[in-house]
């Protein structure tokens, strides 16, 4: 077998899946895996659709919020652990990769079980959006932090020292002079911790309670119950977003090195 | 430089800041992330790790005395004698997350060296369309294989066509589904910092090699594999890793034959109710985690393997 063609098979691999729901969201039938014509009428039906309406606006809001922080505390947290230090550093340096790398589960479950060990003292930790803000919050921050940190340590010290030099103070230095430069690793930090949130599962399902439900945790109870051609019309949104927003970024990227 | 695990750049550091200036300044930027990690994660998975040694109480309460029941029976010591049922899950999921990592490398090689030797201006969107699935949601990739792989699709019917598995025997749910759902989640994690070696390598060794004499096999075997090694560890990691802790795809497209550690905690912190139990195989799920982590960290110090991130 040539190289193109293990390629080729990898490919269609790789996209089989998503070509499949892609075309069922279009098949009339509503049942079975059998093709019975060409129909858009599950498009239409998703708008009807209130529970789908509310998850998205649910996923949307959890993202936002849990990105707008995520992205300041990281970025503060890239830049602290990149310019000062403390005792216990190294320590922590090595934990910031703990929720990298930790199973979703493990985290959803300590999660789980901490909220429920807190609501004996406090009703602020009933399940819902608000805990669920929380708990991706979590595992955001050391993405955003490791993306700015990188990015600060590309940074050419000599720009910094000449703010310095010029009669600039600390704050004014970062704010006019640091800042700016770490900008595209802010950005690209936040857009990582916003696509992490969207695509959340197991911790989301977890840490939700009644009434605040997702876009991921709805796909999962319908597809529990049986795929219907409306979830996958939602699918393919989802699936064709996805795709939208890769070669977006594709495209700025390079862009940018031109 | 290996970012995930190098210390931090020591050259960064305002040295002219005395040490409680570096102190107050390290509260105000580091402060606020540092103790919102410490409260909502280390603090849980302390209380993770407390509650694992507690027993359960007769409505599923998590109560006294404490206990290293629920790890002798996670080995398969329990109360009624020796049971198999939890150190077959422990290995199916060692085993799994192992044969994943192996059938992503068999293929991710011949994908990223047939993106390495595409013409400079289609290897950003052949990478692209590796990096398209790796954002796209799990869930809807994962259930997209009940349909590909239901008893009357075209593919089954092709699988059982050319006569591998018994004719019948439905493609889902069971190990090969979950397999192949691995795989095709997973394949992209390798793929990717494989690339970025198989895209650094110097081919005038392979060139030397073969002006030696050597053939295809020892060329690739010497010449090119240590070259590309720190991008196949790394990428085998990443799959290996998250796929021993996998919980959707086993939910999803396996049955009672491929519960993995996942599910077996799922299913102690849902139907089962018993939480110092399913806060034990979390554990355990974890330490595989980190000392696989710690392992990989120790190998690779100032190999420079490719970036985590």
Not at chain 1, 88 to 97: E, I, M
Not at chain 2, 91 to 111: E, F, N
Not at chain 2, 115 to 125: C, D
Not at chain 2, 205 to 218: H, V
Request: hydrophobic share 55%; charged share 10%.
């Amino acid at each position: 077998m040539s190289l193109n063609f293990i390629a080729a098979l990898l490919y269609l691999f790789l996209y089989a899946p998503l070509a499949v729901v892609i075309v069922y969201s279009f098949n009339a039938a509503r049942f079975g895996a059998g093709w019975s014509g060409f129909t858009t009428k599950w498009y239409g039906a998703l708008w009807e659709n209130s529970l789908a309406l509310s998850a998205t606006k649910n996923t949307l809001l959890l993202a936002v919020s849990s990105t707008a922080i995520a992205t300041v505390l990281g970025t503060m947290l890239g830049y602290g652990m990149n310019r000062f230090r403390f005792p216990g550093k190294a320590l922590f340096g090595w934990f910031l990769y703990v929720p990298v790398f930790i199973p979703d589960i493990v985290m959803a479950v300590a999660m789980l079980l901490f909220y429920s060990l807190l609501r004996k003292w406090c009703s602020l930790f009933e399940l819902g959006l608000t805990t669920m803000i929380l708990a991706h919050v979590t595992f955001q921050i050391p993405f955003v932090a490791i993306v700015v940190r990188s990015r600060l340590v590309g940074l050419d010290p000599a720009l910094e020292e000449a703010a310095g030099d010029l009669g600039a103070n600390e704050w004014q230095t970062f704010r006019h002079v640091t800042l700016p430069l770490i900008l595209p690793g802010i950005v690209a930090g936040g857009m990582l911790a916003f696509t992490l949130s969207l695509d959340d599962f197991v911790v989301s399902f977890f840490t939700s309670g009644p009434g605040a439900t997702t876009l991921p945790i709805l796909i999962y109870s319908s597809v529990k119950r049986g795929i219907t051609p409306d979830i996958n019309a939602l699918s393919t949104l989802i699936v064709l977003a996805s795709i939208a927003g890769t070669v977006v970024v594709t495209l700025l990227q390079r862009t940018k090195k031109v | 430089m290996n970012t995930i695990l190098s210390k931090s750049p020591g050259s960064e550091i305002k040295e002219h800041i005395s040490y409680r200036g570096q102190l107050k300044r390290s509260a105000i930027t580091t402060g606020p992330g540092l103790v919102w990690l410490v409260l909502l994660l280390l603090i849980p998975l302390a209380a993770l790790g407390v509650i694992s040694f507690l027993s359960r109480g007769d409505y599923g309460e998590i109560q006294l005395p404490f206990t290293l029941e629920n790890y002798k029976r996670l080995l398969g010591f329990g109360l009624l004698g020796f049971d198999s049922l939890y150190p077959a899950i422990l290995l199916r999921s060692l085993a799994l997350g192992a044969g994943t990592a192996l059938i992503c490398v068999v293929t991710g090689l011949p994908l990223a060296f047939f993106i390495s030797r595409l013409p400079a201006r289609f290897k950003t969107p052949a990478l692209t369309l590796v990096i398209i699935p790796f954002w796209t949601n799990l869930l809807i990739r994962t259930y997209a294989w009940q349909i590909l792989l239901a008893p009357e699709s075209w593919l089954t019917r092709f699988v059982h066509a050319i006569a591998i598995g018994n004719v019948g025997d439905p493609l889902y749910p069971g190990t090969f589904a979950v397999a192949i759902g691995m795989v095709c989640d997973y394949l992209p994690f390798l793929v990717l910092p494989l690339y970025a070696s198989v895209e650094k390598l110097d081919w005038s060794l392979a060139e030397a090699a073969m002006d030696l004499g050597a053939n295809r096999m020892r060329v690739f075997r010497h010449a090119l594999l240590p070259q590309i090694m720190p991008g196949l560890i790394a990428g085998t990691i990443f799959v290996f890793l998250p796929a021993t802790g996998q919980f959707v795809i086993p939910d999803l497209l396996g049955g009672a034959k491929t519960v993995m550690l996942g599910n077996a905690i799922q299913q102690q912190f849902g139907q089962s109710r018993d939480w110092p139990f399913g806060s034990a195989i979390a554990f355990v799920a974890l330490a595989l985690v980190m000392v696989g982590l710690w392992l990989y960290a120790r190998k690779s110090q100032g190999k420079g393997g490719p970036d985590l991130l």
